[in-house]
């Protein structure tokens, strides 16, 4: 866990990771010398929902018995039609006491190796202790639906947000659209004929509740007002 200030605009990998493991609604289950499995949750509900991490013991067991490595795969896709919607890839290594399968009911253990995320960003690893000690993003299951309700329902607005990016679009820009949005900040696409480029808006404050999340895009809006007026002033 980090402290809340102005300063921090962007999530740590251990954050990604953990909203990637809490909003992905289907994975991959992967072990050795078995068929791929396609774990899909049409609920709602997260597809890592009856899967508990739990850290490495600190001592092995003088008799551990049969353990089965696994590796789940996640993929993290934007919810709104940009350009190349994949956004990051997130892999999960680890032991299970069985084979995994989709029929049981009860909760399946699976003792945590490590994290890795692909991204923009590059790849990052991410520890057991990381993931424990990182709070959960409160926009993160409800990302999607805040992104598409943007752009669909105020999809106006979205161009008048560039006022507040930096450098100012290039032009001969096709379209602007919604990619991404944490407790920290909201993220743009501005797509050009042949590429495009990402444009980070931190919001005034991190976001430490889901009610607070609305008044922060309202307060990108007013800032995005002023830039505009000023601008106007000028010409």
Same mark, same amino acid.
């Given at each position: 866990?980090?402290?809340?200030?102005?300063?921090?605009?962007? !999530?740590?990998?251990?954050?990604?990771?953990?909203?990637?493991?809490?909003?992905?609604?289907?994975?991959?289950?992967?072990?050795?010398?078995?068929?791929?499995?396609?774990?899909?949750?049409? *609920?709602?509900?997260?597809?890592?929902?009856?899967?508990?991490?739990?850290?490495?013991?600190?001592?092995?067991?003088?008799?551990?018995?049969?353990?089965?490595?696994?590796?789940?795969?996640?993929? *993290?896709?934007?919810?709104?039609?940009?350009?190349?919607?994949?956004?990051?890839? $997130?892999? $999960?290594?680890?032991?299970?006491?069985?084979?995994?399968?989709?029929?049981?009911?009860?909760?399946?253990?699976?003792?945590?190796?490590?994290?890795?995320?692909? *991204?923009?960003?590059?790849?990052?690893?991410?520890?057991?202790?990381?993931?424990?000690?990182?709070? !959960?993003? !409160?926009?993160?299951?409800?990302?999607?639906?805040?992104?598409?309700?943007?752009?669909?329902?105020?999809?106006?607005?979205?161009?008048?947000?560039?006022?507040?990016?930096?450098?100012? !679009?290039?032009?001969?820009?096709?379209?602007?659209?919604?990619?991404?949005?944490?407790?920290?900040?909201?993220?743009?696409?501005?797509?050009?004929?042949?590429?495009?480029?990402?444009?980070?808006?931190?919001?005034?404050?991190?976001?430490?509740?889901? *009610?607070?999340?609305?008044?922060?895009?309202?307060?990108? %809006?007013?800032?995005?007002?002023?830039?505009?007026?000023?601008?106007? %002033?000028?010409?």
């Amino acid at each position: 866990m980090r402290p809340f200030n102005s300063r921090v605009t962007h !999530p740590t990998p251990a954050e990604r990771v953990l909203s990637i493991l809490t909003a992905a609604h289907s994975m991959t289950v992967v072990s050795d010398g078995h068929d791929p499995i396609e774990v899909h949750r049409l *609920d709602g509900t997260s597809a890592m929902g009856h899967i508990h991490l739990h850290a490495p013991p600190e001592a092995r067991p003088e008799h551990p018995g049969t353990r089965v490595p696994v590796r789940l795969e996640l993929t *993290d896709i934007a919810p709104t039609p940009v350009r190349e919607r994949m956004r990051a890839r $997130v892999t $999960v290594t680890g032991l299970l006491l069985a084979e995994y399968s989709t029929e049981s009911a009860a909760s399946t253990c699976m003792e945590f190796g490590q994290a890795v995320i692909d *991204d923009h960003d590059g790849r990052a690893f991410v520890t057991h202790a990381e993931l424990r000690r990182t709070d !959960p993003d !409160p926009i993160a299951t409800r990302e999607a639906a805040m992104l598409t309700h943007l752009m669909d329902g105020h999809g106006e607005l979205v161009p008048l947000l560039l006022r507040l990016a930096q450098p100012q !679009p290039h032009k001969g820009m096709v379209r602007v659209l919604p990619l991404a949005m944490d407790r920290y900040g909201l993220t743009l696409r501005l797509e050009y004929p042949g590429s495009h480029r990402d444009v980070r808006l931190p919001f005034p404050k991190p976001v430490g509740r889901i *009610d607070q999340a609305g008044p922060q895009i309202h307060s990108l %809006l007013s800032a995005a007002r002023r830039a505009s007026h000023r601008n106007q %002033l000028l010409t």
